[in-house]
């Protein structure tokens, strides 16, 4: 009823984009080759220029431009789920069908959480797809994980866009404070660079999980998707403890 | 089983300083068409929020068909249907949509009701919600309403936007299919004459605060406006006084019970009565909201005469 309601508000933008996205991942993938810049990878064959090729394509186009593209859609459905209650105003008609509120919070949530994490995984696919376009095989399958850090990165900014909705009770004000809230995240690893601290923004958990995904060198980022994945459930929660003490 | 399908006991509702429920209690039998009336602003849409969950009650309590709010809200909305007073729901879907949408949550949803009061109301299913006239809007929603098959339906201006055709059918619908089958409709309207119509009790509320409650029969019968010329009358509400307003040089007293006794002791007191009549619901209810205005002629400066004791 309910996740059907929030399927049909969304699904036509949800389908856009993963195709887009899909389309984009593998066109950007296969696009140096017209330009003689993967025509090394190309001539070679040798096993090194294919392991620089999945490591470059897979993981900067994944853990820059995806991770970016991604970002900016959580924010776009996490201000446009529950935020679209608050915009019509149909509160009052939801909260008076006999179910619990938390209800509707995670199933809103986990509408917008599953078409993430579908538009990730088209990314990465995407990508996958013009990899073995060009190198003829499967270098590693362990790139289609990086689907994995790019959600969870996704996720953190479309709960607290959702969290923050609820609490503004608009979406123009939770889109513009998960906004603010993402441009801290960015500019604090550089600020705290200059006191030698060393921090991570969301775009270096996500490009660091990719990288580790297509190969390259570097350690699986671990202790951050924990530390996201908890704050993803405080969040989450923190918007059920919300709209249940919501007086409408 | 409780007799009461709502109860309500002191119940209060501050916004920052507004008090807009005060110490409300009202008592709403089951199986009738209760009347909840009130001026713009008296508190009748705060209170149903509070019985449907919506807001918190400041201080008091609540029950809603046996069922105490908050505690048992679920419960308490699945027996329970609600027209709102913005008629607002999903914009971009149609009443077809709508019904999809609603029927799972209900235990007793009727599909027949949804093609029944369909056809009786008009209602257009095929067309997106937002691009409907206010009047249809409110039609979707009582076709919502009705087809949920509820023990309790609370009706926020219901009629609002409804041609006299629809106002006509909804009154039938209230009267026949609900109050026939037992079951208990609370409705706040401005409409004094439709709810006179249908309704079996009525309450009236202002300032958050109940003025009366009682039923309509007992009103027609019992209620009297009784209206009095002379000097040092009393003033004073009070027992079977419900109001006491002064007009030009005579006063007026709106009397529930015991008209005629009362009558005569305002005469022993030299006050010459002018009329004793019977009252219309729209004659209670202004006489009871209205606020007496400051006299601009005639009387101007006029200290008003004391109270009687004894009233």
């Known amino acids: 009823m309910y996740i059907w309601k929030c399927w049909r508000d969304t699904r036509t933008r949800f389908l856009i984009n993963l195709i887009l996205i899909f389309i984009m991942c593998a066109v950007v993938t296969i696009i140096p080759t017209w330009f003689g810049g993967a025509a090394s990878y190309q001539r070679g064959k040798a096993a090194s220029g294919v392991e620089n090729m999945w490591a470059s394509m897979g993981g900067e186009v994944l853990g820059e431009f995806v991770s970016l593209v991604l970002l900016i859609e959580a924010l776009n459905i996490g201000a446009g789920g529950i935020g679209a209650e608050f915009r019509e105003p149909t509160l009052g008609f939801l909260f008076t069908r006999p179910r619990r509120r938390r209800n509707w919070v995670w199933t809103c949530w986990l509408v917008g959480a599953w078409e993430l994490f579908m538009i990730a995984l088209a990314a990465v696919v995407g990508i996958f797809g013009g990899l073995i376009y060009l190198s003829g095989h499967v270098y590693t399958w362990r790139l289609l994980a990086a689907a994995l850090p790019l959600s969870v990165g996704a996720l953190a900014v479309y709960t607290a866009t959702f969290f923050l909705t609820a609490v503004a009770r608009s979406s123009e004000k939770g889109l513009s404070f998960g906004l603010g809230i993402l441009m801290i995240d960015l500019f604090l690893p550089v600020a705290a660079y200059f006191w030698h601290r060393d921090l991570t923004s969301i775009l270096g958990f996500t490009r660091a999980g990719c990288a580790w995904a297509a190969g390259s060198q570097g350690p699986f980022p671990g202790l951050q998707l924990t530390i996201y994945a908890a704050l993803i459930m405080a969040l989450g929660l923190g918007t059920q403890f919300v709209v249940e003490r919501m007086e409408v | ?311």
């Open chain 2, 1 to 311: 089983m409780n007799e009461l399908a709502i109860h309500t006991d002191k119940l209060v509702k501050t916004y920052s300083k507004l008090r807009a429920v005060d110490e409300l209690s009202i008592n709403v039998p089951r199986g009738g068409v209760y009347g909840f009336l009130g001026r713009n602003g008296a508190g009748k849409t705060s209170t149903m929020r509070m019985l449907l969950g919506l807001a918190r009650p400041t201080a008091g309590s609540a029950t809603v068909l046996g069922m105490s709010i908050g505690r048992e809200q679920v419960a308490i909305l699945e027996r329970t249907a609600y027209v709102t007073e913005g008629k607002v729901l999903y914009g971009g879907m149609t009443a077809r949509e709508l019904v999809r949408f609603t029927r799972g949550f209900y235990p007793n949803w009727s599909d027949d009701a949804v093609a029944r009061y369909a056809r009786r109301f008009d209602v257009p299913m095929d067309r997106p919600f937002a691009q409907l006239s206010l009047g249809n809007r409110t039609k979707v929603c009582l076709l919502l309403a009705l087809a949920q098959q509820a023990d309790l339906l609370i009706f926020d201006e219901p009629t609002s936007g409804l041609d006299p055709v629809g106002v006509d059918e909804f009154q039938r619908v209230v009267a026949e299919d609900l109050a026939g089958d037992g079951r208990t409709v609370l409705i706040s309207s401005h409409q004094l004459a439709d709810v006179e119509r249908i309704a079996d009790w009525v309450g009236l509320i202002d300032n958050g605060r109940l003025l009366l409650e009682a039923r309509l029969d007992d009103i027609k019968s019992q209620y009297r406006l009784i209206t009095a010329a002379g000097t040092g009358l009393p003033q004073r509400k009070g027992g079977d006084i419900l109001s006491a307003n002064s007009d030009g040089n005579f006063r007026k007293y709106l009397v529930r019970a015991n008209a005629e006794a009362f009558a005569a002791e305002l005469g022993t007191q030299g006050a010459t009565i002018t009329e004793v009549s019977p009252l219309g619901l729209r004659e209670i209810f202004l006489e009871l909201v209205r606020k007496e205005e400051p006299c601009t002629s005639g009387n101007a400066g006029e200290i008003p005469a004391p109270a009687f004791s004894s009233i």
